[in-house]
């Protein structure tokens, strides 16, 4: 085995733990209370609440010391060692990517799709889309749904979807995303 494919297999184990920790120890009733689950709805809720930095590196270096030892033990230390590396790297990712879905403006085609993947989870049916960097485990799992017009609170609006003079969606994404504006009180 190359290491090129030890890292690949480590990415993809990583994508699995992301959609098996969102799905069910975030969204299983079944599995709470958990520490993820009470961030996780705290970030649904709030929309641009993120669990702390020094929790998810801790995480971080937590999977890496029970991960490494095994992986070493199966497939020597320069193998076992990059599958590791896979993994926690990847998790990175995930982490970056999935703060600028919610943050960021400009994130190309890759992270666009992504976002729509994302948000069909965060505003059109919570119980699809766990995956954040690809489809892959929703489509094996049978919880993919190709996002419609995503309809978006505005107390839990994003910074990028709105022209700030307007307070209009971008005209851009406007096929994409619609505002459901709170109803204001008759005067
Ligand atoms: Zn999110
Ligand atoms: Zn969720």
Redesign the pocket.
Known sequence: MSLAIALFLGALTWTLLEYCIHRWLGHDARFRPNVFAKEHIR?HSQGDYFAPTIKKAGAAVVALVLVTPPAILVAGTTLGASYAIGLVGFYVVYEIL?RR??TSRGIGPYGRWARRH?FWH?FGDSSKNHGVTSPIWDLVFGTYQAPGVIVVPERLKMQWLTDPTTGDVHDDLRAWYELRRARRAAA
């Open positions: 970030h999935h879905e919610h994302h965060h």
